[in-house]
């Protein structure tokens, strides 16, 4: 069992991968992308500390309650707290779900820094987006990434590219009302109307 420390997390989410999918914020990342959409998980600060095996009870209810296709992490950087996240793409591997992982590092870097528990993440993931957002390379025609230096690597036959289009590339954005009175966005920011 590992520890994660996690910026927020939603049990069902149609706004960051194909499907309904729980999805996992991690605290903490070490680049710092102008334009970057979730700056208050960047900082290396202790946040929600909760063990992997905690985690994992969480989705599989939410998979139970909502009948999720998978499960996304997304931060913050992902790969900086892979090995509590591999624990958690095994776990949803054997209740059926598939993996999603966006990394600010290209999965080359990653082949090549070997970061502790990286390997093992990318093992049990269908679906990495990789590289930092570039706001200099705005994307417009595919879907869940922002920058066309972005790129989708299909780790296994779970999925293929049709997901990054599928029918009209569509840009989803959720806004929740939490009962701590806070508002809860994710999904695409540009479309937030201020
Ligand atoms: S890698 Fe991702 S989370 Fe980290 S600063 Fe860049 S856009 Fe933000």
Redesign the pocket.
Known sequence: MHWLNLASRLPCTKAEGPGRRAALWVQG?D???SG?C?PA??QMVERDLVSTSSVLDWLADAHHEHDLEGVTFL???PMLQAQGLADIAQGARMLGLSVMVFS?YTKGELEFLELPGSMQLLHYTDVLVDG??DSNLPEHGRRWVGSTNQQFHYLTGRYDSRIESYGEVERVLEIRLRTDGLVFINGWPEKVVR
Do not use: A
């Open positions: 990342c680049k710092r992308c970057c979730n998980y960047l931060g913050g950087e600010g930092p957002y």
